[in-house]
């Protein structure tokens, strides 16, 4: 009979200290940054922030630390390839371009996957094809699959034809990195524009914010 | 002479049914579009293909005056990769349609002769299974179309 009555007594304290600790918490959450209400697969804390060592398509030597103050969107492919890299660029220009002014703050950083073939002139004239705001980078072999592996992606290159040409068979995901170099988002090349419009607004807001 | 009016009607009785008979008869193609890109690079082309008649006819690939080699592709993305391939054919039902479009069936063109520009007609001999083809103009779009436009 005591025993019985004792018990909730015993664990009121154990509740209220529970009880501020969420308090605590959630306050504490707020006085932090928000979590952004992304719409994309959300890789906060997830993937490490933008840093690499490439060339760009004027041949001069770049570092991830070059596009701080940027929203970076970071996306792999090879000019010969005719179909889902230009489709996925041509989204990627239509999605800046309806951020308006705001896409300024955005740099689309093409890493090419093909360096054998992917010389900086002629990523300079793809990656214009589709949008200034378009980076396009090339390196090593090595520094490339650094890179590619960084985020979690790879690469191949499938058996040639008789003439020499080849395919590459490539990670699709586009990754997005706030003005701070934080990864962000994961996006696919399948992911509705609207929702790409959405997150990167919040990406480019949130950056100019802070 | 009853024999040489025998075999001309009957020559021009098999030549009539083949000309009916031939798959690309019985296709039309709409949208007819290619993505032209920098540096002589190889280009995208896309069609919608419909099939009026009442057996399936089977794309085996083009040719073209312009581009050296064209080939019947397939892009796929599964697994988070994207990645693509050669096809040997791709069927139109009969009564059916079968699209090349991004990200999909296409046709890769590589080694043009002669500068493409935006707005340029380039015209594809389209090639059936059974030899015969379907000469097919394709509109040259620029590199950041995402259709065949207007």
Redesign the interface.
Same mark, same amino acid.
Not at chain 2, 41 to 44: N, R, S
């Given at each position: 009979m005591m025993p019985g009555r004792l018990r909730p007594l015993a664990l009121l304290p154990l509740l209220l200290v529970v009880g501020l600790l969420v308090t605590s918490l959630l306050l504490g959450g707020c006085q932090r940054v928000a979590p952004l209400p992304l719409r994309l697969t959300n890789i906060t804390g997830h993937m490490p922030a933008l840093d690499f060592r490439l060339i760009d398509d004027h041949g001069k030597p770049v570092t991830g630390a070059d596009y701080r103050g940027k929203v970076v969107l970071l996306y792999f492919?090879y000019?010969?390839?005719?179909?889902?890299?230009?489709?996925t660029? @041509?989204?990627l220009?239509?999605v800046l371009q309806r951020l308006g002014p705001l896409a300024d703050g955005a740099r689309i950083l093409f890493v090419s996957v093909d360096p054998a073939r992917d010389t900086p002139a002629?990523l300079h004239?793809?990656v214009?094809?589709?949008?200034p705001r378009a980076v396009g980078l090339t390196g090593t072999p090595g520094e490339i699959e650094a890179l590619v592996k960084r985020y979690r992606?790879?690469f191949s290159r499938?058996p040639g034809t008789a003439?020499g040409?080849y395919?590459v068979?490539?990670?699709? @995901?586009i990754y997005l990195f706030d003005r701070e170099g934080n990864a962000r988002v994961l996006a696919?090349?399948?992911d509705s524009q609207d929702d790409l419009v959405h997150d990167l607004k919040l990406l480019l807001g949130a950056g100019a914010a802070s | 002479m009853k024999w040489l009016a025998l075999s001309l009607l009957l020559t021009g009785l098999l030549a009539g049914t083949a000309a009916h008979a031939t798959e690309a008869a019985h296709v039309r193609a709409s949208g007819a579009w290619i993505?032209v890109?920098?540096?002589a690079?190889?280009?995208?082309a896309y069609v919608t293909l419909h099939n009026g008649g009442d057996r399936p006819a089977v794309l085996r690939g083009a040719r073209s005056a312009v581009y050296a080699?064209v080939m019947l592709?397939q892009?796929s993305?599964t697994g988070?990769?994207?990645?693509?391939?050669m096809v040997d054919a791709l069927v139109v039902p009969a009564h059916g349609t079968a699209t090349l479009a991004?990200?999909g069936y296409?046709l890769?063109?590589?080694q043009p002769k002669q500068p493409v520009q935006p707005g340029d007609t380039v015209r594809l001999q389209l090639q059936f299974a059974d030899g015969s083809t379907l000469p097919t103009d394709f509109i040259a779009r620029?590199?950041?179309?995402?259709g065949a436009g207007r």
């Open positions: 492919g000019t010969h390839c005719p179909d889902v890299c230009p489709l660029l @041509a989204h220009h239509v002629i004239a793809y214009n094809a589709f949008d992606g790879s499938e003439d040409n395919e068979s490539h990670s699709s @995901a696919t090349p399948s | 993505r890109l920098p540096a690079l190889p280009a995208g080699e592709h892009s993305s988070g990769m994207s990645r693509m391939r991004p990200g296409h890769m063109l590589t620029p590199a950041d179309a995402l």
